[in-house]
């Protein structure tokens, strides 16, 4: 059976690493199409020459970038809209139009909290990814953004109350809140150790968040050893096609599996 494709959309660049990495580079050694969408920041920027070079690492192809401004750091695009603020007709066409060009299986974005930190872009990536999948296979909406098709899953990166045991000591130390979901509600748990490697080198191909100490920056100044308590597993909770993607004569049904690779 082919391995799915996966598209994978989050907010900024450092995002695709910290929360997919793994899927991404498991999907892509076994010859599966990857993708990734960021919501935010300009193709002219530092931080968008550092997301292409993580794509590189974990085989996710080029940078497909909209070009928003990220919603606490308006030098990210300048004279663009904060991503939280654009029309949301036109942020749901604009990923239509990927969706409907890459044909993706499975999308996987941010959960309905914006992850562990809640940022709003997040949040607002989540919203607009629920609704771009529902409307991708929806031929009388965004006609213009190409020939209907619908996913056959949606999958959110997202993080069990029992992985706060691992996360809550290197967090807690910068006041941060942190949000998880009952354990119950995750779907599929991937174990991406044999991608550490790739994974850890796509976050800290992020250089800018690593020297600001964000994220990268903690993961770049912890042992192996807690590199990969933190990063060899993944969580997802999983959606189903929509109810009229599988109708004849509405959307498309993909073929082929709707499942991560576990």
Known sequence: MAVPSVLAVFAHPDDESLSAGGVLARHAAAGARTAVVTATWAADTPRAVELAEALRILRAGEPRLLGYADARVPRSAPGRTRFCDAPLDETVRELVAHLREFRPEIVVTHDAYGGLTGHSDHVH??????????????????????????????????????????????????????????????????????????????????????????????????????????????????????????????????????????
């Open 125 to 262: 990536t989540h919203r607009v990814t629920m609704l771009a999948v529902q409307a991708a296979g929806l031929e009388r909406l965004y006609p213009d953004a190409g020939e209907p098709w619908q996913p056959s899953a949606l999958y959110l990166a997202t993080h069990p109350h029992s992985a706060l045991r691992m996360w809550g000591g290197h967090l807690a130390p910068t006041g941060k809140s942190m949000r998880s979901v009952p354990d119950e509600w995750v779907t599929a748990t991937v174990d991406v150790g044999p991608w550490l490697e790739q994974k850890v080198a796509a976050v800290l191909a992020h250089r800018t968040e690593v020297e600001r100490g964000a994220a990268p920056g903690l993961i770049a100044g912890l042992p192996a050893s807690e590199r990969e308590q933190l990063l060899s597993t993944e969580w997802y909770i999983r959606h189903g096609p929509t109810p009229w993607g599988r109708r004849e004569g509405v959307g498309v049904a993909v073929r082929g599996s709707s499942e991560l690779l576990p």
